[in-house]
T-cell receptor, first 110, second 109 residues
Framework: ETGVTQTPRHLVMGMTNKKSLKCEQHLGHNAMYWYKQSAKKPLELMFVYNFKEQTENNSVPSRFSPECPNSSHLFLHLHTLQPEDSALYLC?????????FGPGTRLTVL | GQNIDQPTEMTATEGAIVQINCTYQTSGFNGLFWYQQHAGEAPTFLSYNVLDGLEEKGRFSSFLSRSKGYSYLLLKELQMKDSASYLCAVRDQVNKLIFGAGTRLAVHP
């Protein structure tokens, strides 16, 4: 148990669907991240929130929309995705030290 | 720009020692991290260096030289379960954690 939870663990969606990924951390951290990991590619940083404020948007397409209502919760809203968006989506949180990762959501876009 | 380099793949023998190198060029530096990731799982934290020198933690050690932009992860007494990807990551001055592509380590009997 790392203290970072993600739901759902697996998601299959069509290109016209709208879905949301949820991340929750119980570690008192002030920064939360969304990463994308595609097969045989490095972890790609998508979004960073520090104290609920978005500090980084790494040229991510607008079909991905993050939301951070408070320092413990982070969402990634998905709409009109493409098959190439299929990947493992990892949430992480940190303060001054190491980042802790959630188990990830395995997303498949048909 | 941000750049973190590490070898793509390495192989080693059970019981041996292996060193995985990482070089980095980033916008500021607030620490270097090593993570282990088994296939299909999330990365798990191994070590953290913010000052120059060696940090030892059981069978794993990590070294940092900030002036050279260089780190290595040393794994001793290798076990089969150490077969995994090892990710080098640097935190920059705005709290962004940037990852390298990872090194896939295969441990053979």
């Amino acid at each position: 148990e790392t203290g970072v939870t993600q739901t759902p663990r697996h998601l299959v969606m069509g290109m016209t669907n709208k879905k949301s990924l949820k991340c929750e951390q119980h570690l008192g951290h002030n920064a939360m991240y969304w990463y994308k990991q595609s097969a045989k590619k490095p972890l790609e940083l998508m979004f960073v929130y520090n104290f609920k404020e978005q500090t980084e948007n790494n040229s991510v397409p607008s079909r991905f929309s993050p939301e951070c209502p408070n320092s413990s919760h982070l969402f990634l809203h998905l709409h009109t995705l493409q098959p190439e968006d299929s990947a493992l989506y990892l949430c992480a949180s940190s303060s001054a030290g190491e980042a802790f990762f959630g188990p990830g959501t395995r997303l498949t876009v048909l | 720009g941000q750049n973190i380099d590490q070898p793509t793949e390495m192989t080693a023998t059970e019981g041996a020692i292996v060193q995985i190198n990482c070089t980095y060029q980033t916008s500021g530096f607030n620490g270097l991290f090593w993570y282990q990731q088994h296939a299909g799982e999330a990365p798990t934290f191994l070590s953290y260096n913010v000052l120059d020198g060696l940090e030892e933690k059981g069978r794993f050690s990590s070294f940092l030289s900030r002036s050279k932009g260089y780190s290595y992860l040393l794994l001793k007494e290798l076990q089969m379960k150490d077969s995994a990807s090892y990710l080098c990551a640097v935190r920059d001055q705005v709290n962004k954690l940037i990852f390298g592509a990872g090194t896939r380590l295969a441990v053979h009997p």
